[in-house]
């Protein structure tokens, strides 16, 4: 399955968001947008997820327009986790990862057995099978983060959007996120994350789009995208690269 934009744009109240993007996501590799605040990666992958249609340009999965695709069929076909959820009503976690697989049922038809199991399968990746019968409304801020990167797993979706999924969380669960990314697009899924940490989206990523007031900056293989002058560019800061004992390459900003 294929996720692409075609030259799209945005234009909001006669501004411009994001203008002529154009991008492909395919199963089995890990997409890192990232860029300065503001620069357009959540808008991004708003359009990607057929949340927003594009006031320009395209885009499609599989090569159809997600603007004609019912509701339900891109719910199936893509699994989008924003930055920010609000869950402020006393459902159980177990409640909430259920809900990933509305996609699949019918109107009325009860949960059955093969989505049980797809919630729990996804509750145990996502690091929050123990707090099943927990009320979500008495966790963290980062636990309630995982819960909601689980109802995206309990989809069972080929293409999976996350909109900043490490920022409420801490330094061993983001990078057991990320690693449980890295492991999904092994497995054929098609991933894309809105990152801030270059070094993180070094790290993980098999490729990047770099964002810059709304236009693409730089696309391709990640070690192509994040060099020291691209990144400096962009951010406006100086970059050095240094090696570190594991034999991985980190960059230093200062200005």
Avoid at 20 to 44: D, H
Avoid at 212 to 236: C, H, M, N, Q, W
Wanted: glycine fraction near 10%; charge should be neutral; hydrophobic fraction near 45%.
């Amino acid at each position: 399955m294929k996720l692409e934009l075609r030259n799209a744009g945005l234009e909001i109240d006669g501004r411009r968001i994001v203008c002529g993007v154009s991008l492909e996501l395919r199963g089995g590799s890990l997409l890192a947008l990232i860029g300065p605040n503001g620069s357009g990666k959540s808008t991004l992958l708003r359009l990607l997820g057929g949340l927003w249609q594009p006031s320009e340009g395209a885009a499609l999965l599989d090569g159809q327009s997600l603007k004609y695709l019912p509701r339900r069929a891109i719910a199936r076909g893509i699994a989008y986790t924003p930055q920010d959820t609000h869950l402020d009503f006393a459902f159980t976690v177990r409640e909430i990862v259920m809900m990933g697989r509305h996609p699949h049922l019918g109107r009325f038809q009860p949960e059955g057995e093969r989505d049980r199991a797809a919630a729990g399968e996804a509750m145990r990746r996502a690091d929050v099978l123990h707090l099943a019968e927990r009320f979500v409304t008495e966790l963290s801020g980062g636990e309630r983060q995982r819960v909601l990167i689980a109802r995206s797993l309990a989809t069972e979706a080929p293409i999976i959007l996350l909109d900043e999924p490490t920022a409420n969380l801490d330094i061993a669960h983001a990078l057991d996120l990320l690693a449980l990314c890295r492991a999904l697009a092994r497995e054929g899924k098609a991933i894309a994350i809105a990152l801030h940490d270059l070094n993180l989206a070094a790290r993980f990523a098999d490729e990047i789009v770099l964002l810059d007031r709304g236009g693409v900056a730089a696309y391709g293989k990640t070690a192509a995208v994040l060099s020291p002058e691209i990144i400096g560019e962009v951010f406006g800061v100086q970059v050095k690269r240094a090696s570190v004992e594991s034999g991985e390459d980190v960059f230093l900003f200062h200005r």
